[in-house]
């Protein structure tokens, strides 16, 4: 199992959003760069990141805060946020990402997708962000009319090698994870699920372990606030 804590990136600073609301933020004071460097000294080997301000712009802000992580920590990082082009991809790339999550883009345009997955192979992952049902695009200010699964079945031969499934009416909220849809993902899905959106307690990466295809779980809010303890859950990791 893999356990990816999240860095969310707003005006240089480490924020959690409930329920993806940008005016419903918590700022917290340590630097994107220092909370890296903490879950390195902890023991976590993964580490999801999404540039915010790039969700809401399409451009890669905060690029230079991700290169300085990289350069740092022996990490393997997935980025997400406002990727729209392939120039965006290649540049994080370069600066040595493990992975670049495709989401609003990807959404609106199923080519570019499919494109990107043949130029970056396994390097791509798609970020599927859903409420009740249909996803959500635009760093979550707009709602599309595509339901997530009929949309995932239309993408699944693409090669996307992973996919980050959030359900935005948890996220940020600590009341555990859609577990019921996210399964519904995961039988799905041709590639591994990550759990996104409501993490609370070790309770709920264990329950994680029962469901089919999952690959790992993202955990954010609880971190910060301190629901979960950072050794606590490093011992997840390879258990």
Not at 36 to 57: C, E, P, Q, S
Not at 157 to 163: L, T
């Amino acid at each position: 199992m893999k356990i990816f804590p999240a860095i969310d990136i707003k005006d240089k600073k480490c924020v959690r959003l409930i329920k993806g609301d940008f005016e419903n933020k918590t700022e917290y004071e340590m630097s994107p760069v220092d909370q890296a460097g903490k879950y390195k000294d902890t023991g976590f080997k993964n580490l999801h990141i999404v540039d915010l301000d790039g969700a809401l712009t399409g451009e890669p802000i905060n690029i230079e805060i991700i290169k300085d992580i990289v350069g740092k920590f022996d990490l393997k990082i997935e980025i997400g946020g406002g990727v729209r082009n392939f120039e965006t991809i290649q540049k994080y790339i370069d600066v040595g990402v493990e992975k670049v999550i495709l989401g609003s883009a990807a959404i609106k345009e199923r080519r570019f997708l499919e494109e990107a997955c043949i130029k970056f192979p396994n390097q791509i992952a798609l970020g599927l962000d859903a409420k009740d049902g249909h996803l959500a695009i635009s760093g979550w200010t707009e709602d599309s009319d595509k339901l997530t699964t009929e949309y995932l079945k239309k993408v699944n031969e693409y090669g996307v090698s992973r996919i980050i499934y959030t359900d935005i009416n948890r996220d940020g909220t600590k009341q555990s994870p859609n577990f019921q849809e996210t399964q519904k993902v995961a039988e799905i899905s041709n590639c591994p699920v990550v759990i996104s959106g409501g993490v609370s307690s070790i309770d709920d990466i264990k329950k994680s372990r029962d469901l089919k295809n999952i690959e790992g779980v993202i955990v954010g809010k609880a971190i910060y606030d301190g629901d979960i303890k950072l050794d606590e859950l490093a011992k997840e990791i390879d258990a």
